[in-house]
């Protein structure tokens, strides 16, 4: 394989060259980070071009998007983000240049012609392309008709790219068609934008979806043409889903937005379960990106489709959360607690969150749980007491076991400790196990039959806050 010769000289560019037809899925995610890593890891630059040309497709909607989903996932592109439909004219020019020096030709056929000539090539089950009928044509012949401008494609021989993953591939020249670079209005293609554009803005290195791997020696025989340098082509595996199919939304081939809002996933995680998504690096599975820019190179890619595992990402997720600052996750979860609340939180209730935090993120596995789970605190009284809990209040015995409770509590310490003495004296006297009066007491405390360790919360919910849920579930009559 190749080493990186063409342009070492020039410091390592790397580019994200997104198409704002829709949000920023996970595969284009993964793309973008690998060309950040590649940037970092070498001191080059990284940039952004929004691959606006198909106007009908793309959307303003869809750009805010993607620069969305890239700043959250915190991959900084450097300078400004090139929209390539704002450079037609740049693009316009070089294949006029092209056109002057005979790299490219006038070509007049008719889209009847065009359709008649491939009719007859499926009429004799050959390839569809364009048969070179206008490349040795005096363009004189064509008089003021409208033309598109072909490039002149080598013949005869044929091209070997060394990519970084998918090894030496080589396809005959014969197998690439003379193809447009202006349409007959004067517009640049897109495939002449990206050569354009990736040799204006430097870059070094095309690292991107394989399913480019043939728009690639298109490219480069232009490029070859252009005399401009190669840059080194790193194809990736597309992602594919746990059952080997083409990732779809059914897998979970959702925006990266949707791993933040709707199913309450850390940045950092979604990096990490994208990093090694494709790329690997022994057997280390929790990369942070410090490292993932120490180590990240394109040897580590394999060439195999990588599966997308949503139970993966989920147990990264968590793993993330248990490591994740208090304080940056009661931010995190705040949003969604004031509108399960319909009240903005306080900063004594933020407090509480944060010192309920270290045992509540242990519990869960996103910040949708964690919301969900953290609530309590923050109720406000007469909490809601979900169905699980409520049962427990109201087996026999179990609101007499509270009063009892309450009433020892009343007269305890407010420390962890002194609670627990307090309500295991209860279960003693009672003569009962511990859990008989700690369940319906969680179930008075929390309005839930599960939550982090029962001597902890009434400990920072606090005496008063405390006795008042149990009252209120002592005076309150149980439900029929
Ligand atoms: N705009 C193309 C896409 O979104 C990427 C082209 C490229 O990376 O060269 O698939």
Redesign the pocket.
Known sequence: MGDEAPNTERGVVT?????PTGFLHIG?AR?ALFNYLYARHHGGRFLLRI?DTDRVRSTDAAVAAILDGMRWLDLDWDGDAVMQFARSARHAEVARGLLASGGAYKCFATADELEAMRAAQRAAKQPLRYDGRWRDRDPAEGGGAPYVVRFRAPRGGHATIADKVQGNVTVADDELDDMVLLRSDGSPTYMLA?VVDDYDMGVTH?I??D??LN?AFRQRALIEALGWPEPVYAHIPLIHGADGAKLSKRHGALGVDAYRDELGMLPEAVENYLLKLGWGHGDDEFIRRPQAIEWFDLDGIGRGPARFDAKKLAHVNAHYLRLADDARLVDLIAPRVEAALGRALSDTDRALLQRGMGELKLRAGDLVELATSSLFYVRTRPIAVDADAQRLIDEAAARDLIATVRAALAEADWTAAAIEAAVRGVADAAGVKLGKVAQPLRAAVTGSATSPGLFEVLDLLGRDEALGRLDDVIIREPHA
């Open positions: 580019r994200f060259a997104p198409s284009g793309t691959e990206v095309v991107r979806g399913d480019h728009n």
